[in-house]
């Protein structure tokens, strides 16, 4: 099975900050990866698939890069409403793990 | 709208079983690849399984931990998800919600864009 880590587990940051996370698989597993926000007590959110393919609605200070075994996700100018839990996700095979989140909060 | 409502949740003890439901509307149900995905409390998530529609084979996977213990099948007449959970352990212990995608690209279909509210399971003695 494919695991997922990601970096870091928790980071706090200012508003209008350039917020980057981390994420890397076990093994390669192409473009097939999904970022999703939890904002606390809701339901998470896709943001992302096929690792830069922002879902409809979703504002263009997030982003997506790499391939193969390490991506990130980007938000370009942290915003207050940002603060949540990101997971990173594979999709290349089941079964389709997530990564452990990382925490974004506001300094 | 596509609207996911689980049920079934609750208090279990060890070694018990449940079965949850998903009622779903606001999309053709029987095109759908469904999911399960848990949560325990003040944990991330966990993928838990998948079945694709009865058109595309209506196969399952299943997360290592629950393979064997939990089965997912639908019922397309009445447009609802089910979840049976057998042998329960304590660390099974968690919010499960139901899931499902609208894209129709095939590698797309098991991810997670619309998410039911969730139904709680607590497995204790």
């Known amino acids: 099975d494919i695991q997922m880590t990601q970096s870091p587990s928790s980071l706090s940051a200012s508003v209008g900050d350039r917020v980057t996370i981390t994420c890397r698989a076990s093994?390669?597993?192409?473009?097939?990866l999904a970022w999703y926000q939890q904002k606390p007590g809701k339901v998470p959110k896709l943001l992302i698939c096929?690792?830069?393919t922002l879902q409809s609605g979703v504002p263009s200070r997030f982003s997506g890069s790499g391939s193969g075994t390490d991506f990130t996700l980007t938000i370009s100018s942290l915003q207050p409403e940002d603060v949540a839990t990101y997971y990173c996700?594979?999709?290349?095979?089941?079964?389709?793990?997530f990564g452990p989140g990382t925490k974004v909060d506001i300094k | 709208e596509v609207q996911l409502v689980e049920s079934g949740g609750g208090l279990v003890k060890p070694g018990g079983s449940l079965r949850l439901s998903c009622a779903a509307s606001?999309?053709?149900?029987?095109?759908?690849?469904m999911s399960w995905v848990r949560q325990a409390p003040g944990k991330g998530l966990e993928w838990v399984g998948r079945?694709?529609?009865?058109?595309?084979?209506?196969?399952?996977d299943y997360a290592a931990p629950v393979k064997g213990r939990f089965t997912i099948s639908r019922d397309d007449s009445k447009d609802t998800l089910y979840l049976q959970m057998n042998s329960l352990k304590t660390e099974d212990t968690a919010v499960y919600y139901c899931?499902?995608?609208?894209?129709?690209?095939?590698?797309?279909?098991?991810?997670?864009?619309?998410w039911g509210q969730g139904t709680l399971v607590t497995v204790s003695s």
């Open positions: 899931t499902t995608c609208g894209s129709t690209i095939t590698s797309r279909r098991s991810l997670s864009d619309n």
């Open positions: 996700q594979n999709y290349l095979s089941a079964p389709f793990t």
């Open positions: 096929s690792v830069s």
């Open positions: 606001g999309l053709t149900f029987s095109n759908a690849w």
């Open positions: 093994q390669g597993i192409s473009t097939y």
């Open positions: 079945i694709k529609s009865r058109t595309d084979g209506g196969t399952t």
